[in-house]
């Protein structure tokens, strides 16, 4: 599939002449006045790589708390139902290629989400669910629990991809894992099909790393692969969003999990040291956009716990001498 402008296909709407058009994505998170987290973040991506995007609020804030205290605009839970059920009558709501879903600001809004997700997958079985579930980090939750926990037993559950940093992953799970092979067992146990982790232990020093599981399918076993690249020092907020954001478009785009996260993760590295190299206080989406279809950084994929593949060479018999 061509990326970019051109992804949408024939201007004239004519069936038969160029590429198939990209598919709509719904997209469910937080909304910030300036900068690039929540769904400025993840609608500008997947828009700037060919899908239309349906886009809904879930908070509103002048920008990212990181950035200082500011007002907090809460959505009416009747409201935020209301709008839902009404995406579902929307009569090209049945071609949506997917739902991805962040910050959630209350549990009356993950509720209304699994009820729309539910109506997708019976209308789009084919239609993926992404949750990214943005709820907290090292220092713990920032959410309230309730929500997490709602998010924890009505949305990871139905989702097809999660994408949880190291800390969202281990209080999911409800364990504190010390190293990837433990994530690895952690994420089959969960169960769900694809299990993205970012933040999780690399291997090579000052790097970053984002661990990939597939689940274990009839007798094909579950495949763990990780992509690594050079730790950005202060990066700006949105880096979880984006990436989100940038596998469901490579799996939209029919990549295998192993060249959507290589894409995903070139893209992220080459915004995030630009955007920090520049002395941007938020990820330069815009300016740096082209790098989402056509990334050029270096990153290092490896599958992890298969060990090295050995070549044995035979040498012929010798000879004996008469």
């Known amino acids: 599939m061509i990326e970019g402008p051109d992804a949408v296909g024939n201007p004239n709407g004519k069936q038969g002449q160029g590429p198939e058009p990209a598919k709509a994505v719904l997209v469910i998170s937080s909304h910030v006045m300036t900068g690039a987290v929540g769904n400025r973040a993840t609608a500008f991506a997947l828009e700037r790589l060919g899908h239309p995007v349906w886009e809904v609020p879930t908070v509103i804030m ?8 500011s007002t907090r605009q809460h959505i009416d839970p009747a409201l935020f139902a209301q709008g ?3 995406l579902g009558n929307h009569p090209d709501f049945a071609d949506l290629g997917a739902i991805l879903t962040g910050y ?10 699994a009820t729309l997700i539910d109506k997708l997958k019976a209308a789009n079985p084919n239609a993926l669910y992404v949750c990214d579930p943005v709820m907290g980090e090292e220092n713990g939750l920032y959410i309230p629990q309730p929500i997490a926990e709602a998010i924890r037993e009505l949305l990871i559950p139905r989702a097809d991809i999660i994408t949880p940093n190291r800390f969202e992953f281990n209080w999911l799970t409800g364990s504190v894992e010390a190293n990837n092979d433990g994530l690895a067992k952690q994420a089959e146990a969960l169960g769900r099909d694809t299990t993205l982790i970012t933040s999780a232990f690399a291997l090579m020093r000052n790097a970053m790393a984002n661990l990939l599981v597939r689940k274990s399918d009839g007798d094909k076993a579950s495949s763990v692969l990780m992509c690594e690249h050079p730790a950005i020092p202060n990066p700006p907020s949105g880096t979880g969003d984006l990436i989100a954001a940038l596998f469901l478009a490579g799996k939209l785009a029919g990549r295998s999990d192993e060249q959507a996260l290589k894409k995903a993760s070139s893209a992220i590295l ?8 520049n002395g941007y206080r938020d990820l330069e989406v815009a300016r740096f956009s ?3 279809c056509q990334p050029m950084a270096m990153v290092h994929m490896r599958t992890i716990g ?9 040498r012929p018999p010798k000879s004996h001498k008469k």
């Open 84 to 86: 839902l059920e009404d």
């Open 104 to 113: 959630m600001g209350s549990v009356e809004q993950v509720e209304a989400t």
């Open 62 to 69: 002048p920008w990212h708390p990181g950035h200082g205290p």
């Open 290 to 292: 082209d790098r989402f």
């Open 270 to 277: 080459e915004v995030v040291s630009r955007s920090a190299r």
């Open 306 to 314: 298969a060990g090295p593949t050995v070549t044995t060479l035979r």
